[in-house]
Protein backbone atom coordinates (compact mmCIF):
# COMPACT_ATOMS: atom_id res chain seq x y z
CA UNK A 1 0.00 0.00 0.00
CA UNK A 2 1.16 3.64 -0.97
CA UNK A 3 2.39 4.96 1.88
CA UNK A 4 1.13 8.43 2.23
CA UNK A 5 1.74 11.58 4.58
CA UNK A 6 -1.00 12.61 7.69
CA UNK A 7 -1.18 14.47 10.37
CA UNK A 8 -3.66 14.00 13.30
CA UNK A 9 -5.39 16.60 14.95
CA UNK A 10 -7.85 15.66 17.41
CA UNK A 11 -9.60 12.93 16.40
CA UNK A 12 -9.71 13.84 12.44
CA UNK A 13 -6.69 12.50 10.18
CA UNK A 14 -5.83 14.54 7.76
CA UNK A 15 -4.03 12.87 4.47
CA UNK A 16 -1.60 15.30 3.58
CA UNK A 17 -1.03 14.15 -0.15
CA UNK A 18 -3.43 12.74 -2.96
CA UNK A 19 -4.04 9.27 -4.62
CA UNK A 20 -6.95 7.60 -5.81
CA UNK A 21 -9.96 7.09 -3.86
CA UNK A 22 -9.04 3.05 -3.33
CA UNK A 23 -5.56 4.05 -1.74
CA UNK A 24 -6.83 7.12 0.32
CA UNK A 25 -9.43 4.70 2.01
CA UNK A 26 -7.26 1.52 2.84
CA UNK A 27 -4.60 4.22 3.98
CA UNK A 28 -7.63 5.51 6.49
CA UNK A 29 -8.59 2.17 7.74
CA UNK A 30 -4.94 1.41 8.73
CA UNK A 31 -4.68 4.16 10.47
CA UNK A 32 -8.08 4.30 12.53
CA UNK A 33 -6.94 0.46 13.46
CA UNK A 34 -4.22 2.06 14.51
CA UNK A 35 -5.92 4.94 16.46
CA UNK A 36 -9.31 4.17 17.40
CA UNK A 37 -9.90 7.44 18.51
CA UNK A 38 -10.00 8.56 14.76
CA UNK A 39 -13.63 9.73 13.73
CA UNK A 40 -12.85 11.71 10.64
CA UNK A 41 -11.02 11.45 7.79
CA UNK A 42 -9.81 14.67 5.16
CA UNK A 43 -7.76 15.16 2.50
CA UNK A 44 -6.10 18.11 2.10
CA UNK A 45 -6.42 19.19 -1.36
CA UNK A 46 -4.49 22.71 -1.53
CA UNK A 47 -1.11 24.05 0.02
CA UNK A 48 -1.94 26.30 3.32
CA UNK A 49 -1.92 29.80 1.93
CA UNK A 50 -2.66 33.18 2.76
CA UNK A 51 -2.44 35.27 5.65
CA UNK A 52 -4.90 33.37 7.68
CA UNK A 53 -3.08 30.67 6.74
CA UNK A 54 -6.38 28.18 5.07
CA UNK A 55 -6.17 25.35 3.30
CA UNK A 56 -8.73 22.75 1.31
CA UNK A 57 -10.21 19.92 2.36
CA UNK A 58 -12.08 17.22 1.12
CA UNK A 59 -14.28 14.72 3.23
CA UNK A 60 -12.63 11.04 2.82
CA UNK A 61 -14.54 9.06 5.57
CA UNK A 62 -16.12 8.41 8.86
CA UNK A 63 -18.11 11.71 10.24
CA UNK A 64 -18.52 14.80 8.10
CA UNK A 65 -16.73 17.36 10.07
CA UNK A 66 -13.89 19.81 10.74
CA UNK A 67 -13.94 20.68 14.33
CA UNK A 68 -12.42 19.04 16.63
CA UNK A 69 -10.48 19.39 20.36
CA UNK A 70 -6.38 18.21 19.60
CA UNK A 71 -4.72 18.09 23.32
CA UNK A 72 -1.17 18.88 23.98
CA UNK A 73 0.84 19.02 26.88
CA UNK A 74 -2.04 19.63 29.45
CA UNK A 75 -4.05 22.03 27.26
CA UNK A 76 -6.85 21.25 25.11
CA UNK A 77 -7.36 23.55 21.56
CA UNK A 78 -10.86 23.81 19.71
CA UNK A 79 -9.98 24.41 16.04
CA UNK A 80 -12.17 24.28 12.75
CA UNK A 81 -9.63 22.90 10.70
CA UNK A 82 -11.18 24.38 7.23
CA UNK A 83 -10.94 28.08 8.72
CA UNK A 84 -8.11 27.86 11.00
CA UNK A 85 -4.55 27.26 11.04
CA UNK A 86 -3.54 24.35 13.75
CA UNK A 87 -0.25 22.41 13.68
CA UNK A 88 0.99 19.78 16.27
CA UNK A 89 4.29 19.64 14.38
CA UNK A 90 4.90 23.19 16.07
CA UNK A 91 4.19 21.38 19.98
CA UNK A 92 7.96 20.93 20.14
CA UNK A 93 8.46 24.50 19.61
CA UNK A 94 5.74 25.57 21.58
CA UNK A 95 7.06 23.63 24.58
CA UNK A 96 10.57 24.93 24.17
CA UNK A 97 9.70 28.26 24.41
CA UNK A 98 7.76 27.79 27.17
CA UNK A 99 10.77 26.83 29.07
CA UNK A 100 12.65 29.49 28.61
CA UNK A 101 9.91 32.13 30.11
CA UNK A 102 10.52 33.22 33.60
CA UNK A 103 8.33 34.80 36.21
CA UNK A 104 6.11 38.21 35.71
CA UNK A 105 7.32 38.36 32.14
CA UNK A 106 5.13 40.53 29.75
CA UNK A 107 4.90 38.87 26.40
CA UNK A 108 3.45 39.72 23.14
CA UNK A 109 2.39 37.48 20.63
CA UNK A 110 1.72 39.11 16.83
CA UNK A 111 -0.01 36.28 15.21
CA UNK A 112 -1.79 34.33 17.61
CA UNK A 113 -4.09 31.72 15.35
CA UNK A 114 -6.10 29.74 17.89
CA UNK A 115 -4.46 30.36 21.04
CA UNK A 116 -1.46 27.52 21.10
CA UNK A 117 1.91 29.51 21.86
CA UNK A 118 -0.15 32.07 23.88
CA UNK A 119 -2.17 29.26 26.08
CA UNK A 120 0.84 27.17 26.02
CA UNK A 121 3.14 30.31 27.54
CA UNK A 122 0.85 31.02 30.04
CA UNK A 123 -0.21 27.68 31.20
CA UNK A 124 3.46 27.76 32.61
CA UNK A 125 4.07 30.86 34.37
CA UNK A 126 1.10 32.10 37.01
CA UNK A 127 2.70 35.83 36.97
CA UNK A 128 3.18 36.10 33.15
CA UNK A 129 0.77 38.14 31.37
CA UNK A 130 0.63 36.98 27.09
CA UNK A 131 -0.85 39.68 24.81
CA UNK A 132 -2.30 37.89 21.54
CA UNK A 133 -3.20 39.51 18.71
CA UNK A 134 -5.39 37.57 15.74
CA UNK A 135 -6.42 39.14 12.42
CA UNK A 136 -8.60 35.93 11.41
CA UNK A 137 -12.05 36.79 12.71
CA UNK A 138 -12.65 33.10 12.77
CA UNK A 139 -9.34 32.30 14.49
CA UNK A 140 -10.20 35.21 16.52
CA UNK A 141 -13.26 33.58 17.75
CA UNK A 142 -11.70 30.23 18.48
CA UNK A 143 -8.87 31.93 20.18
CA UNK A 144 -11.71 33.31 22.48
CA UNK A 145 -13.13 30.06 23.12
CA UNK A 146 -9.77 28.26 23.83
CA UNK A 147 -8.82 30.64 26.88
CA UNK A 148 -11.85 30.18 28.39
CA UNK A 149 -11.53 26.11 27.66
CA UNK A 150 -7.96 26.44 29.34
CA UNK A 151 -9.26 29.22 31.98
CA UNK A 152 -6.33 32.06 31.48
CA UNK A 153 -8.70 34.07 31.25
CA UNK A 154 -6.59 36.50 33.23
CA UNK A 155 -3.20 35.70 31.65
CA UNK A 156 -3.60 35.59 27.80
CA UNK A 157 -5.27 39.16 26.75
CA UNK A 158 -6.80 38.98 23.11
CA UNK A 159 -6.38 41.43 20.21
CA UNK A 160 -8.82 41.22 17.25
CA UNK A 161 -7.09 43.48 14.54
CA UNK A 162 -3.76 43.73 12.13
CA UNK A 163 -0.57 43.56 14.66
CA UNK A 164 0.88 45.89 12.40
CA UNK A 165 -1.44 48.78 13.43
CA UNK A 166 -2.46 47.37 17.18
CA UNK A 167 1.36 47.38 18.03
CA UNK A 168 2.85 50.65 17.37
CA UNK A 169 -0.26 52.33 18.81
CA UNK A 170 -0.18 49.76 22.29
CA UNK A 171 3.15 47.97 22.85
CA UNK A 172 5.96 50.41 22.46
CA UNK A 173 8.26 49.99 24.81
CA UNK A 174 6.57 47.57 26.86
CA UNK A 175 7.44 43.66 26.52
CA UNK A 176 9.88 41.30 27.67
CA UNK A 177 9.31 38.66 25.01
CA UNK A 178 7.77 38.59 21.37
CA UNK A 179 6.38 35.83 19.60
CA UNK A 180 6.49 36.18 15.51
CA UNK A 181 5.18 32.87 15.41
CA UNK A 182 4.52 33.44 11.09
CA UNK A 183 7.31 32.98 8.38
CA UNK A 184 4.74 34.90 5.57
CA UNK A 185 4.88 38.29 7.81
CA UNK A 186 7.78 37.53 10.21
CA UNK A 187 10.46 39.99 8.41
CA UNK A 188 8.28 42.95 8.36
CA UNK A 189 7.33 42.70 12.05
CA UNK A 190 11.00 41.95 13.16
CA UNK A 191 11.75 46.13 13.03
CA UNK A 192 8.47 46.87 14.85
CA UNK A 193 8.69 43.90 17.42
CA UNK A 194 12.43 45.29 18.35
CA UNK A 195 10.59 48.85 19.27
CA UNK A 196 8.53 47.01 21.56
CA UNK A 197 11.54 45.84 23.74
CA UNK A 198 11.73 47.32 26.76
CA UNK A 199 14.27 49.50 27.49
CA UNK A 200 15.78 47.61 24.44
CA UNK A 201 15.92 44.00 26.07
CA UNK A 202 14.67 40.89 25.72
CA UNK A 203 13.90 37.99 23.13
CA UNK A 204 12.41 37.49 20.37
CA UNK A 205 11.33 34.34 18.79
CA UNK A 206 11.60 34.69 15.17
CA UNK A 207 10.02 32.24 13.00
CA UNK A 208 11.22 32.33 8.98
CA UNK A 209 11.54 30.48 5.42
CA UNK A 210 14.74 29.89 4.11
CA UNK A 211 16.55 28.15 1.17
CA UNK A 212 18.84 25.49 2.66
CA UNK A 213 20.45 22.18 1.49
CA UNK A 214 20.95 20.59 4.64
CA UNK A 215 19.62 20.51 8.16
CA UNK A 216 22.48 22.63 9.87
CA UNK A 217 21.53 25.60 9.94
CA UNK A 218 24.62 28.60 9.20
CA UNK A 219 24.62 31.79 11.58
CA UNK A 220 25.86 33.22 8.30
CA UNK A 221 22.77 32.54 6.86
CA UNK A 222 20.67 34.24 9.70
CA UNK A 223 22.75 37.21 10.10
CA UNK A 224 22.58 37.82 6.11
CA UNK A 225 18.76 37.47 6.30
CA UNK A 226 18.57 39.97 9.20
CA UNK A 227 21.01 42.74 7.63
CA UNK A 228 18.13 42.14 4.79
CA UNK A 229 15.29 43.65 6.85
CA UNK A 230 14.47 47.13 6.27
CA UNK A 231 15.27 48.95 9.30
CA UNK A 232 17.38 46.32 10.84
CA UNK A 233 20.43 48.62 11.17
CA UNK A 234 18.69 50.38 14.19
CA UNK A 235 18.89 46.79 16.16
CA UNK A 236 21.62 44.98 14.15
CA UNK A 237 24.20 45.82 16.59
CA UNK A 238 22.36 44.73 19.48
CA UNK A 239 21.40 40.88 19.27
CA UNK A 240 23.09 38.08 20.15
CA UNK A 241 21.17 34.55 18.20
CA UNK A 242 20.90 32.36 21.15
CA UNK A 243 19.10 29.08 19.31
CA UNK A 244 18.55 28.35 15.50
CA UNK A 245 16.73 25.25 15.26
CA UNK A 246 15.40 23.46 11.95
CA UNK A 247 10.95 23.39 12.88
CA UNK A 248 10.39 21.61 9.82
CA UNK A 249 10.71 20.92 5.84
CA UNK A 250 8.26 22.61 3.98
CA UNK A 251 9.53 21.73 0.21
CA UNK A 252 12.71 20.27 -1.04
CA UNK A 253 14.89 22.70 0.46
CA UNK A 254 13.07 24.95 1.76
CA UNK A 255 13.10 24.87 5.80
CA UNK A 256 10.43 26.25 8.26
CA UNK A 257 13.60 27.76 10.80
CA UNK A 258 13.24 28.86 14.46
CA UNK A 259 15.24 31.89 15.89
CA UNK A 260 16.09 33.05 19.09
CA UNK A 261 17.21 36.79 19.07
CA UNK A 262 18.21 38.29 22.92
CA UNK A 263 18.69 42.25 22.67
CA UNK A 264 21.00 44.03 24.92
CA UNK A 265 20.19 47.97 25.10
CA UNK A 266 23.23 49.70 23.24
CA UNK A 267 25.28 51.64 26.17
Known amino acids: MKDLAFEIIGDILIIRNDSDENSLKSFAEEKIQKHSFIKTVLLQTTKIHGQERKRNLRYVMGKNKSETIHKEHGNSF ?3 LS ?3 FSPR ?3 ERQRITNLIEENEIILNFFSGVGPFSIALASKCNSCVVHS ?3 NKIA ?6 NIKLNKCQEKVIPYFGDAFEIVPKMFINSVNRVLLPLPLDSDNALPIAYQTLKDGRGVIHWQITER ?13 RINSVPHSH ?9 EMRLIRWLGPKIAHIAVDLSFKALE
Open 78 to 80: LVD
Open 83 to 85: EVF
Open 90 to 92: LSY
Open 133 to 135: IEI
Open 140 to 145: YDYLLK
Open 212 to 224: ISSKEIREEIIID
Open 234 to 242: NFSMSYTIT
